[in-house]
Structure formats: structure tokens, C-alpha cells
């Protein structure tokens, strides 16, 4: 089997964006490493379908072991699983607090810890997360304490990244989108969703995923947080 096949890792595989990203790389003749909790084995022979949760080193590990053992390189991961609790801040629990900085944070330090030693090996690899223009943007009505708490510490980890492996060919970027037209939004609530946005629409998943597509494309982007979100960030 040939090596120079590009591959992609994506976690939160099984729905929603995550879905459209196994798509959109698949479109682009990558092969695929797909990773979520409750996903289903592909009868595409060149996307591997790894069930368990993110935050688990050793689901990490059989991972980046099956992309590198099956398809023998890793170029891009795309740190997609996340978990979003909207409350009050003070109506968060310890298991909120818990279940947040277990998906959002460790999920992503484990995989993109190990990801990142494989490209280090090729001298080449990009790593897209994505975050939430809440962290540029907090909005009223929207509270979102958990999500900046995480996903902020998620685009400063990412410019870290950028820098520390700029010269070992390591590209590190993040999309930060704002509400998106995915199954965990009920149609009753698409009208407020959409006010939410300058343009006064929700995003599509292919907006996000054209977005991972263009910076894995582009060479000479690194440490961009690419705000995919209607102009949310820029104001209201």
C-alpha cells in the first residue's frame, strides 16, 4: 500500500461536522482515521472507524497506531469532539466542569500529543481545532463560561504550537465557528440561532469544513484562529 496517500485523523467522526469533514477529506482522496465515541465501522476500506472516548490515552493511542500501521503516516489531524454546556455560570456542576475539561482539554492533549510525534518523524503535519468565536465573542443570552474556559486555552495552545514546530514543518490552526446548522440545534430553536449572527443565518457544515480544507491547503498559515462565524466576532 502506498504511503504517499494523504491521511487525516478526525475525531467527533460520527456526526454532524465531524461527519462532513470524514467526507470532505475523502473527497479529497485522503484516507481517514475516524474517531467518536459511539461510531460505526465504514465499509470504505480507506476510512478505519476507532469507537472511544478522546479523553482516553489509550484510545489516543490505537488511533494514531492505526493510522500509522494501516496507512503509514499521519498529515493532518482535526481535533473536532468537544462538548458545549450552556448555563448560568454559577449553575454548573462538578461534573460539568469535569466532562468539559475531560473532552475539551484532554481529549486534545493526548491526541495531538501523539499525532505530533509521528509528523515530527515525517517532518511535516498540520493539526486544526476547532474552537467557538465565543471565546473572541461572548454573547448575551448565550452563557458560555465552560466553552471560553476550554476552548480559549485551546486557541492559545494552538499559537504555542504554531511556533514551537514552525520549523519542523508543523502547522498548528484553529476554526472558530458560530452556530452551525448540526443535529444537536432543534429546528424550534434555528430562528433565535440564526439572530445570533450578523448575516442572520446559521452556519452550514460545509462552511466549516471548506474552512479546515482551505488551512490544510495553506502553507503559509499558521497559528490563525479563522473565525468561520458570520461576523459574530467582529460585533454587533
Known amino acids: 500500500m502506498s504511503n504517499h496517500q494523504k491521511v487525516a485523523i478526525v475525531t467527533g467522526a460520527s456526526q454532524g461536522i465531524g461527519?462532513?469533514?470524514?467526507?470532505?477529506?475523502?473527497d479529497r482522496n485522503y484516507r481517514v482515521i475516524a474517531n467518536s465515541r459511539s461510531i460505526k465501522p465504514s465499509n470504505d476500506p480507506d476510512v478505519i472507524?476507532?469507537?472511544?472516548?478522546?479523553?482516553?490515552r489509550s484510545v489516543?493511542?490505537?488511533?494514531?497506531?492505526?493510522?500509522?500501521?494501516?496507512?503509514g503516516r499521519i498529515?493532518?489531524?482535526?481535533?473536532?469532539?468537544?462538548?458545549?454546556?450552556?448555563k448560568p455560570f454559577t449553575d454548573f456542576t462538578a461534573q460539568d466542569y469535569a466532562d468539559n475539561l475531560s473532552v475539551n482539554i484532554t481529549g486534545f492533549f493526548h491526541i495531538t500529543q501523539l499525532a505530533v510525534a509521528e509528523m515530527e518523524k515525517q517532518q511535516s503535519g498540520h493539526i486544526v481545532t476547532i474552537s467557538t468565536a465565543l471565546v473572541d465573542h461572548a454573547v448575551d443570552?448565550?452563557?458560555?463560561?465552560?466553552a471560553s474556559l476550554t476552548k480559549g486555552a485551546l486557541n492559545a495552545a494552538t499559537k504555542s504550537l504554531a511556533i514551537e514546530y514552525?520549523?519542523?514543518?508543523?502547522?498548528?490552526?484553529?476554526?472558530?465557528?458560530?452556530?452551525?446548522?448540526?443535529?444537536?440545534h432543534a429546528p424550534e430553536?434555528?430562528?433565535?440561532?440564526?439572530?445570533?449572527?450578523?448575516?442572520?443565518?446559521?452556519?452550514d457544515i460545509s462552511d466549516i469544513t471548506n474552512a479546515v480544507l482551505y488551512l490544510d491547503g495553506a502553507g503559509f498559515v499558521t497559528g490563525e484562529i479563522l473565525h468561520v462565524d458570520g461576523g459574530q466576532s467582529?460585533?454587533?
Do not use: C, Q, W
Open 19 to 26: 461527519a462532513g469533514l470524514v467526507k470532505a477529506f475523502r
Open 49 to 56: 472507524a476507532v469507537a472511544g472516548d478522546i479523553a482516553d
Open 60 to 71: 489516543a493511542e490505537r488511533i494514531v497506531k492505526e493510522a500509522t500501521s494501516r496507512f
Open 75 to 86: 498529515d493532518t489531524l482535526v481535533n473536532n469532539a468537544g462538548i458545549f454546556t450552556m
Open 141 to 146: 443570552g448565550v452563557p458560555s463560561v465552560l
Open 166 to 184: 514552525a520549523k519542523r514543518g508543523i502547522r498548528a490552526n484553529v476554526v472558530a465557528p458560530g452556530v452551525i446548522k448540526t443535529p444537536m
Open 189 to 203: 430553536y434555528h430562528d433565535f440561532l440564526a439572530g445570533l449572527h450578523p448575516v442572520n443565518r446559521m452556519g
Open 234 to 236: 467582529a460585533g454587533h
